[in-house]
């Protein structure tokens, strides 16, 4: 490992000083303030005198039951939506990759639902999964007869239902990312396993995935870092609710910030949700790269 | 016999890719077009007299006189294509550099910009409502576009990483041999090649921009509101205006489809095979 | 070279801060400047209404008026961002009457209460709006909480509106109507947020001749058996409506009454006009109960309904107190509010308005939702009820889908709730 910095380093850094220079002005302080209002009690309203209270606020919020129930729905929703949105990504990519008539227009197409703003895309499904009036239910019982409507915010259903908007939501970002990818992958490699007559799925394993590798790690942590904080989704569509079934973190966060005023907590919370976004950073990092130089 | 079968499935596939995508879409700008009563009927109409009245209250009728739509509209593509160009030219240059010089110590940079991001939004309102309202920055549209770059240069800069790192390797070394400064080789060799990846990222950091709701929302009162403070209005005291709701999400995607045709120009195409001669 | 860019673009953004705020500096100083207000308030009707009054008053008196429309939780929102941080704007503050503990000590006590807009309003809402001797805000557009029902329904059903008096009495019509094969439900409310499944709960607790907390809100009644009985009321109401409705809020219980698929609920008088408007499906269907509905067994003087609404108060930090005062004398007195009520459907505050025939014309139904509401309280005025209410939405929805009993549910609100005070 070499430690002296090299000229060719030294050029390197003048290209990454902009970017870090600049988000360091910008976000440093309030990362400062978020970080030392966590150890105090604020609140903008009631009483609103600061008191330093130490770790009291993180010592609260990991015994808090509403909170620790809101972690078991959060690690739900992530696993299930970023499961689901990197195999249909991958699949969709694949599949617009291919030559065909109209291939351009749906690329476009694809991508739409990525382009609308999350808050408007909850209240569209809310629309249309209404129990008793929505036009899914009503394509469903007009096809199964009448009965067979389904409630889509149900308990059992209301977090199945979130994370299906979710998934429509954001798999065109995976599909872009790995479409990309697919894009950057020399054509001759390809050419050269057809030629060593390779099936699909070895092509897929040896060749193709390998170049991925990189896309796809970072399309992961992208979507591990969004859903860790989701918060329109099932704002919007549930309120959290029924009974909590669907209170994720970015909820409780939002309630503790901009409900209940409570801004060294909800600084606490923040902190909370930093730590773990990036501890499944690495995580991921360590699985990609094992086996890397 | 295999042609056709292949040509059937592209087309079974594209036709339900496309349905789940537009249909809900669709069934939003029925509503947009529907009277108040029509909304209501039940059953759901398919057939009914389509009305302009819901766009025609967007444009001409707004809530507030100084919410008008065009001068929101106007604040949204301002603040969203400055960002963008000064996210893209910051994050272009930095991902450039960890993803191919690879310089000592470029994983911990990394981490570091993957880090400042994971700070979510919210809670970096509170000190920037603060900060903005003592220099001045409230309620305007610099004060939106400084915290969105430093929003966008994290996500771009990860997200542009592997698009360079994919260029073959030794592009830079051939063109050194033939005479080219550093950034004369990233200039006019490495760029054109991650083209794909800048016009991905671009599109998915427009899209952030276009719609975000929680940095406006406490950051600007009306001279500055972008497009999603002002949709967020259909939510009234006598109930949700649905026919607003469905104008709204049509008007909102138009131009961020606009924009998308016009940098999937830049997505189509591989790697020039012959770039480099095994 | 890369650098010399990026300098100079610094330098750009540097002096363009610069600018922003040397100009702001340059409107704080200048003691010729007009005047100008500027307030928020909630889009719709009370938006419109309050847009109309201040453009009146705006042109009377030379004045600049800027009002903006946000939905209720950002004008929240923006309105204790800059009240913490002490900023002048908006000078003139929306106070919901919840918000009335949270928000009165960034309110400047009235000092020039006109006297006689203060003797024509309806003195309960007055006093929602003081505290501790003080006038913080006048009321502008306040409402309470009525049942509204579909007339054609009950008729058809053989019920006689008059004689639901009584809560038990509404079980029982309730149930007859309710037809779920046809998609039509005897009942409807706004279940998913917080502030709208309390009011629906209080308004039935109050019914039963009870409050949450009692008189110096230093103990909670979850464990009285009068509000056992309410929130059992509650349940049974509660299943006779759709199976959704747990996500539904207030947009769809309003829309439900649109659409024909709710016949009775607990809804704000304010909305009528919203529900029974021409055009939709069921237009000129709908009515008002005249009376607020009691407990079987309770004393009707103890009952109770709710009201609630808005006023407006002055920002402690704003330099245009006066000014600011004048406005909220304008738009709660007798003229303005007929006005606001007649051309803008505003729910009016002042009593002599529910007599007058103009009003009585445009919305018949004001007579019986006056009537319906003349015995309301406010919602427990204690500044840590947002959180109390998410407790309790939490534990009753949990009764509501029957995951635990009705006793169970109570004792854990009153635990939430206990452990909140002693925090």
């Known amino acids: ?103 351009k227009v749906v690329r476009v197409i694809i991508l739409i639902p990525m382009m609308l703003s999350p808050t408007i895309v909850a209240l569209m499904w809310k629309i249309i999964f209404n129990g008793d009036h929505g036009i899914a239910n009503y394509i469903i019982e007009s096809i199964l007869g009448p009965g067979h409507a389904v409630i889509w915010f149900s308990k059992e259903n209301a977090l199945r239902s979130v994370i299906f908007v979710d998934v429509w939501l954001n798999t065109p970002f995976v599909a872009l990312m790995v479409l990309a990818g697919l894009q950057g992958i020399p054509t001759e490699l390809i050419e050269a396993a057809d030629v060593d007559g390779a099936n699909l799925f070895q092509k897929n394993r040896y060749i193709i995935i390998p170049s991925l590798k990189q896309v796809l790690l970072v399309a992961v942590i992208f979507r591990t870092t969004f859903n860790l904080r989701q918060f329109p989704l099932p704002w919007i569509m549930t309120a959290g609710g029924p009974a909590n079934a669907t209170n994720v973190f970015g909820i409780e966060l939002y309630r503790q910030a901009f409900s209940f005023y409570h801004i060294g907590y909800s600084s606490a919370l923040s902190w909370l949700l930093i730590i773990i976004t990036f501890g499944f950073s690495v995580l991921y990092t360590r699985i990609t790269l094992r086996g890397e130089k | 016999m295999r042609k056709i079968l292949n040509s059937v499935f592209n087309f079974v596939v594209s036709l339900i890719l496309i349905s789940i995508v537009l249909l809900p879409l669709l069934w939003m700008f029925l509503m947009s077009i529907k009277t108040e009563g029509d909304i209501m009927a039940w ?18 009728n707004p809530a507030n006189s100084r919410l008008s739509f065009t001068h929101v509209l106007k604040n949204s593509v301002i603040i969203t294509l400055i960002t963008l160009v000064f996210s893209l030219g910051l994050s272009t240059l930095a991902a450039y550099s960890i993803g191919r010089l690879k310089p000592v110590g470029y994983r911990g940079l990394n981490y570091m910009i993957l880090g400042l991001r994971m700070i979510p ?83 998915f950091s427009f899209s952030l921009s276009w719609n975000n709701l929680t940095l406006p929302l406490p950051l600007t009162m009306s001279k500055a509101a972008t497009l999603p403070v002002l949709a967020s209005q259909v939510r009234t005291d006598e109930g949700l205006l649905w026919g607003q709701l469905g104008a709204y999400s049509i008007l909102m995607i138009i131009p961020m489809i606009i924009f998308t045709i016009f940098s999937s120009k830049y997505l189509i195409g591989g790697i020039s095979s012959g770039a480099v001669k095994e | ?267 704000w008088t304010p909305r009528f006009q919203a529900i029974n408007k021409a055009g939709l499906p069921h237009s000129g269907q709908f009515d008002v109960l005249p009376f607020n509905p009691i407990g079987e067994g309770t004393d009707p003087a103890k009952a109770a309904t709710r009201v609630n609404g808005w006023g407006l108060g002055v920002n402690k930090y704003t330099p245009n107190k006066a000014l600011a005062e004048e406005f909220i004398n304008y738009v709660a007195s007798f003229d303005t509010q007929l006005y606001l009520a007649i051309e803008n459907s505003n729910s009016p505050v002042v009593s002599k308005i529910f007599e007058n025939a103009d009003f009585l014309k445009t919305v018949p139904v004001a007579e019986k939702m006056n009537t319906a509401i003349a015995k309301g309280i406010t ?45």
């Open chain 1, 1 to 103: 490992m070499k430690r002296i910095i090299t000229a060719k380093d030294k050029y390197a850094y003048k290209y990454i000083f902009p970017a870090l220079i600049y988000m360091c002005l910008v976000l440093f302080i309030p990362l400062v303030f978020s970080l030392v209002t966590s150890f105090f009690k604020w609140d903008l309203i009631g009483d609103i005198t600061r008191k330093f209270i130490g770790l009291k606020n993180y010592r609260k919020l990991l015994t808090d039951d509403e909170t620790l129930n809101s972690f078991k729905v959060t690690f739900q929703f992530l696993f299930w939506t970023v499961l689901l949105e990197m195999i249909f990504g991958y699949l969709i990519a694949a599949f617009l990759n291919r030559k065909f008539f109209g291939n």
């Open chain 3, 1 to 267: 070279m890369k650098k010399l860019a990026i300098l100079m673009i610094m330098m750009l953004v540097f002096s363009m801060v610069c600018f922003a705020q040397g100009a702001q500096e340059a409107a704080k100083a200048d003691p010729n400047a007009p005047k100008k207000l500027t307030m928020m308030f909630s889009s719709g009707g009370a938006g419109k209404a309050l847009t109309a009054a201040a453009e009146k008053f705006g042109k009377e008196r030379g004045v600049e008026m800027e009002v903006l429309t946000f939905p209720v939780g950002e004008v929240y929102e923006k309105q204790i961002l800059a009240l913490s941080s002490k900023q002048g704007t908006p000078d003139v503050i929306s106070v919901d009457d919840t918000w009335m503990p949270v928000l009165h000590p960034f309110l400047e006590p009235m000092k020039n209460v006109d006297p006689t807009v203060a003797a024509e309003l309806v003195p309960a809402y007055k006093e929602a709006f003081a505290l501790k001797g003080n006038q913080y805000a006048l009321p502008v557009r306040l409402g309470g909480q009525a049942i509204f029902y579909r007339k054609d329904i009950l008729e058809k059903a053989g019920i006689d509106p008059s004689t639901l008096t009584t809560w038990e009495a509404i079980l029982d019509a309730v149930r007859k109507v309710n037809d779920p094969a046809n998609k039509v439900y005897g009942w409807v409310g706004g279940y998913s947020e917080d502030s709208y499944f309390n009011t629906n709960w209080l308004t039935i607790l109050s019914g039963y001749g009870l409050d949450i907390m009692n008189e110096d809100m230093t103990k909670f009644n979850f464990l009285d058996p009068k509000a056992i009985k309410a929130t059992e009321m509650f349940v049974e109401l509660t299943k006779c409506a759709s199976p959704s409705i747990l996500s539904y809020g207030y947009n769809e219980q309003i829309a439900a009454f649109q659409d024909g698929s709710a016949v009775m609920g607990i809804v």
């Open chain 3, 379 to 423: 919602r427990p005025m204690h500044v840590r009820w947002a959180e109390m209410e998410s407790i309790i939405k939490t534990n009753l929805q949990r009764v509501l889908i029957g995951e635990v009993s009705v006793e169970d549910g109570l004792k854990a609100c009153q635990t939430g709730c206990e452990k909140l005070l002693k925090d």
């Open chain 2, 43 to 60: 059953p759901p109409k398919f057939f009914f007299k389509p009305t302009a009245e819901n766009y025609y209250n967007i444009f001409f």
């Open chain 2, 121 to 203: 939004p919210i809670a970096i309102v509170v000190p920037l409502f603060i900060i903005w309202n003592t220099i001045g920055l409230y309620d305007t549209i610099w004060g939106l576009i400084i915290p969105y770059v430093a929003i966008n240069i994290p996500l771009a800069t990860w997200l542009l990483e592997g698009f360079f790192e994919a260029i073959p390797r030794n592009l830079e070394d051939a063109a050194a041999i033939d005479g080219c400064t550093g950034f004369q080789a990233f200039r006019i060799i490495i760029l054109p090649l991650a083209a794909p990846g800048i016009a991905a990222t671009s599109i």
